[in-house]
């Protein structure tokens, strides 16, 4: 007696055809928890569908300029330099808010010692 196989060569193709045509999601969560207190939450979303189903929902971060890079050294580099130069120009526009705020007070306090006199 041969061996049947359920699915065939021609109705693979036609499921893996409507997958990519219409989409597909898969979702799930893992949690990690230990006497009943949650430790860890790993949610996974996975989207199978070709590339032009893709673009219609939306997404299409692969075409994207610098998409690429983020993955390479000299990408990861750049995007230091430039966390580096936000940090910077943060901290110094605290310095100037912390300066302009000392001042302020000290305009003040003179005031609250002539009044304790």
Same mark, same amino acid.
Request: charged share 30%; proline share 3%.
């Given at each position: 007696?041969?061996?049947?196989?359920s699915? &065939?060569?021609?109705? *693979?193709?036609?499921?893996?055809? %409507?997958?990519?045509?219409? #989409? !597909?999601?898969?979702?799930?969560?893992?949690k990690?928890?230990?006497i009943?207190?949650?430790?860890?939450?790993? &949610?996974?979303?996975? *989207?199978?569908?070709?590339?032009? %189903?893709?673009k219609e929902? #939306? !997404?299409?971060?692969?075409?994207r300029?610098?998409?690429?890079?983020?993955?390479?050294?000299?990408?990861?580099?750049?995007?230091?330099?430039?966390?580096q130069?936000?940090?910077?120009?943060?901290?110094?526009?605290?310095?100037?808010?912390?300066?302009?705020?000392?001042?302020?007070?000290?305009?003040?306090?003179?005031?609250?010692?002539?009044?304790?006199?």
């Amino acid at each position: 007696m041969p061996i049947q196989h359920s699915v &065939q060569g021609h109705a *693979l193709t036609d499921v893996l055809e %409507r997958v990519l045509d219409k #989409g !597909i999601v898969i979702a799930g969560d893992i949690k990690i928890s230990l006497i009943n207190t949650e430790l860890l939450t790993i &949610q996974i979303r996975l *989207l199978i569908a070709s590339v032009d %189903r893709a673009k219609e929902l #939306g !997404i299409d971060w692969w075409s994207r300029p610098g998409y690429t890079e983020q993955f390479s050294l000299e990408g990861q580099s750049r995007q230091i330099e430039v966390l580096q130069k936000r940090l910077e120009s943060l901290e110094s526009a605290q310095k100037e808010e912390f300066s302009t705020m000392k001042k302020q007070l000290e305009a003040v306090e003179p005031k609250k010692k002539k009044w304790r006199l």
